[in-house]
């Protein structure tokens, strides 16, 4: 996170503060008391009981008649002395060079004036028991953080030794080791927190804009660093940081219920009986990032796991762990919906716009996902398979997605090919039922080599290829056809596996023909022309 994004969040809670502090202090005044209207209530109802008897007197008539003549007049005072002021106001408001509201000093008198003002509030605030508590609190905090803080690490051992490898829990363990750089900031907003409250209790100090201030600064620096530390991708770094760190500023200053109170008050729709507002999405978003960061993690465990079983068989392995991928998605979908909660009636919904959805254009994602399924379960093609696409690729198939199926190729390139390729073209599989490949050797002999004898030379030696295999098939030499240059033979022999990376079985093999044909001084011809001299 760079300084200047850690400047503008901690300036926007300097201002936020600012603008709560009047307000906060307003909440400190002393009630106005009320012991003179009460007074009065109370002469006046021994009045009240006896006004009926006195409405008929004429005397009491004609001082009620002139007692509303009087208050008439002192209406039409009061508002003519209104109008006269703001005549005055809007006078000197239209006059060039007149005194407005603004702050910005505009000649001497007005800069010594604004500097007579901020002394005053500053000597104003250095005499005040109420700002100089405030201030003790802080400082004490600032002091105190840093020995509790030694003190947990030091005697809680989860802070102070690094988690060895292979411990239990020990991502758990390494995310609680690694948040101890965070414990005197934690300690510092903890003891802010406990002085507010403390402050308020006291009828001497009976503020805390001051403390809650410094508690919003604690609260950006320790957030800032949680965020760097713990989430390294750069997006989610802005997202946590325009989130989280707004919502922890507005908790502190105590202004979140009344942002949960206006977003509940957005109503979107309806589900049954059920509202669904603004505050529902942001709990699905909410939920949603953490539940399925959740479910990711549990899901790499999970499938890690179903992979490590040494009693299951490789596609065995793959059904399983697809269907606990699965399983898992649907658990944490609706988790999602009930921690945000919205009704499960709400899924009809969900599963009637994917209808629609699907109906509308998405077919092709339909039906790869759903062959898929099939893949997985019918088995024609398995992780490990090598397989020859209708374009003439091949490869290994590496591994089986809801979508697509990847292809790694014998030079390390992937190719996702949909799933509907498996299901709806024709393809090549060599490995679905048997490893075993049988592979073949072409070369040439001259015309002069003794072909009868050329097996007993030759098969020795290929007999002698540790790779080479008996079943289902003995290696032969074979007669392929007269070329130009020499009579065309070929080596057939079955190995198992494919001939790619460590299995070099053709090249092993053509060089065993190539020394075995040199040493028994047998010509591999190389091509020749005749060339006639006519006069």
Request: net charge negative; hydrophobic share 50%; charged share 20%.
């Amino acid at each position: 996170m760079t300084s200047f994004s850690r400047a503008i969040w901690l300036g926007l809670c300097l201002i936020f503060a600012t603008l709560a502090a009047p307000q906060l202090l307003a909440q400190d005044a002393p009630p106005a008391q009320a012991e003179a209207p009460a007074q009065v209530q109370t002469q006046a109802v021994p009045a009240a009981a006896s006004a009926e008897s006195l409405l008929d007197d004429p005397a009491v008539q004609e001082a009620l008649e002139k007692r509303r003549i009087a208050d008439k007049e002192l209406s039409d005072a009061v508002r003519a002395a209104a109008n006269a002021a703001n005549a005055e106001t809007q006078d000197a408001a239209d006059t060039p060079g007149a005194a407005g509201d603004s702050i910005i000093p505009k000649n001497a008198e007005d800069i010594k004036a604004l500097g007579k003002k901020i002394v005053d509030k500053v000597l104003g605030w250095l005499t005040s028991i109420t700002f100089l508590a405030q201030v003790g609190a802080i400082v004490l905090a600032f002091f105190m953080a840093p020995l509790l803080a030694g003190s947990v690490k030091k005697r809680v051992f989860l802070f102070r030794d690094k988690p060895a490898a292979g411990v239990k829990l020990k991502l758990l363990r390494d995310y609680i080791y690694r948040s101890g750089v965070f414990l005197r900031a934690i300690w510092m907003v903890a003891l802010l927190a406990l002085f507010a409250v403390i402050l308020k209790a006291v009828p001497m100090a009976g503020a805390d804009w001051l403390v809650k201030l410094a508690q919003g600064f604690a609260v950006v620096f320790l957030l800032f660093r949680a965020i760097n530390t713990f989430i390294p991708n750069a997006l989610f770094q802005k997202l946590a940081t325009w989130i989280l760190i707004p919502i922890a500023v507005l908790m502190v200053f105590g202004k979140f219920d009344d942002l949960i109170t206006k977003l509940k008050a957005i109503e979107l729709m309806q589900i049954g009986d059920k509202p669904i507002t603004a505050f529902t999405i942001v709990l699905l978003v909410v939920f949603g990032a953490l539940f399925f960061r959740l479910g990711s993690i549990a899901n790499s465990r999970g499938q890690s796991a179903i992979r490590s079983q040494d009693g299951l068989d490789l596609a065995t392995q793959e059904v399983v762990a697809k269907l606990f991928q699965m399983v898992l998605f649907v658990i944490v979908f609706v988790m999602v919906l009930s921690a945000a909660k919205v009704p499960l009636s709400g899924l009809v919904m969900i599963f009637s716009a994917l209808s629609l959805g699907v109906g509308l254009g998405l077919q092709p994602i339909a039906a790869n996902f759903v062959s898929g399924l099939i893949i997985l379960f019918d088995r024609s093609v398995k992780v490990g398979d090598f397989v020859v696409l209708p374009d003439g690729q091949e490869g290994f198939v590496e591994a089986i997605n809801m979508r697509s199926t990847t292809v790694e190729t014998t030079d390390g390139k992937d190719i996702m090919v949909p799933n509907t390729k498996f299901t709806e073209e024709a393809y090549e599989n060599w490995t679905h039922k048997d490893p075993s490949q049988r592979y073949e050797v072409g070369f040439t002999v001259s015309y002069n080599t003794d072909l009868d004898s050329l097996e007993d030379i030759l098969m020795p030696a290929i007999m002698a290829y540790p790779q080479l295999l008996t079943e289902p098939e003995m290696p032969d030499l074979e007669f392929r056809s007269f070329g130009e240059n020499g009579i065309n033979m070929a080596i057939e022999f079955w190995c198992d596996g494919v001939d790619d990376g460590a299995n070099k079985f053709t090249s092993d093999v053509g060089f065993i023909i190539w020394r075995t044909l040199k040493a028994a001084k047998i010509e591999i011809p190389f091509p020749q022309r005749v060339v006639h001299m006519t006069k």
